[in-house]
């Protein structure tokens, strides 16, 4: 298996608090990876150190085998898009405007947008189901919408891998399982690596080749979703206590939690 993107011993902090201390990790193409662990155990720090936004105090990060701190802003664009947490959707920009704005990795600034722009364009709004919807503005789409139209502007950057902050935080259930399905698409069509931050532990389970559980600064735990949820784990990572069982439909661990007393 190649991998995409790795972290050699990373150690990242903010001011005089330490997050993350020596932390490594391996992530191959292909693959669905969910980032799971206690609030406030450096999640978001991670997603956001491996998107290069936060720089390490120690240690380096290389995408597809280069150093990314070597490497251009826009060729970054070109393998990586990014989904952070908070984005503006008040504005009043359309759908289609917005997906325009992921090509941006791949223009020179005297150039216009070509043909193959406009049928990236189309493919990102079409693969996100957001055709109908590409004329609106974003400040007038549901929860769901919006969310759907940024990861169309993700996508049209043609990543490789695409990292994501907790793409479900505010959508009902509904919406929460419609955004995973059609990030589940993206890797299983179009073989885009996924790697994203997720609260929920068996949406986690459910949608994940692996779970990463960062704990204690550091990776606490990574497996695939049936050697990472056990009672055991649960009780050490989580202070639950969960009665395991097996989804009819994906086959992956759920658990009904239980406050450990
Ligand atoms: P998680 O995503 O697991 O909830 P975060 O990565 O957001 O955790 O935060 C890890 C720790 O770093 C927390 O204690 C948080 O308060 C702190 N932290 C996060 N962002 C900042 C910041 N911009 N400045 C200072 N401390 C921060």
């Not at 393998?79 to 504005?91: E, F, W, Y």
């Not at 941006?104 to 996100?128: R, S």
């Not at 479900?168 to 919406?175: A, C, E, K, R």
């Not at 779970?211 to 497996?223: E, H, R, T």
Request: aromatic share 6%.
């Amino acid at each position: 298996m190649q991998e995409i993107l790795r972290a050699e011993n990373i150690s990242v902090g903010y001011k005089h608090k330490q997050v993350l201390k020596d932390l490594n990790l391996d992530i191959e193409k292909g693959k669905i990876y969910s980032i799971i662990g206690p609030n406030g155990s450096g999640k978001t720090t991670l997603l956001r150190t491996l998107s290069r936004n936060i720089k390490p105090s120690k240690g380096k990060i290389f995408l597809d085998g280069e150093n990314i701190s070597h490497i251009k802003n826009k060729q970054v664009a070109r393998k990586m898009a990014v989904l952070s947490q908070i984005h503006g959707s008040n504005t009043d920009v359309t759908v289609r405007n917005l997906v325009i704005y992921g090509r941006y990795a791949y223009k020179e600034w005297w150039k216009g947008d070509n043909e193959q722009d406009k049928d990236i364009v189309d493919w990102a709004l079409e693969t996100t189901n957001m055709k109908e919807l590409a004329n609106d503005k974003m400040c007038n789409l549901s929860g769901g919408e919006k969310q759907r139209a940024w990861i169309a502007m993700a996508i049209a950057q043609k990543p490789e891998i695409l990292l994501l902050d907790e793409p479900t935080t505010f959508l009902d259930i509904n919406h929460q399982l419609e955004v995973l399905e059609l990030v589940n698409n993206l890797n299983k069509q179009n073989n885009i690596t996924i790697l994203m931050v997720l609260h929920d532990i068996n949406l986690a389970a459910k949608y994940s080749d692996e779970l990463i559980v960062i704990k204690d600064k550091d990776v606490y735990l990574k497996g695939e979703p049936w050697e990472i949820i056990s009672e055991k784990n649960l009780k050490d990572v989580f202070n639950i206590n969960g009665d395991i069982t097996k989804d009819k439909e994906s086959g992956k661990p759920i658990f009904f939690p239980r406050l450990a007393r």
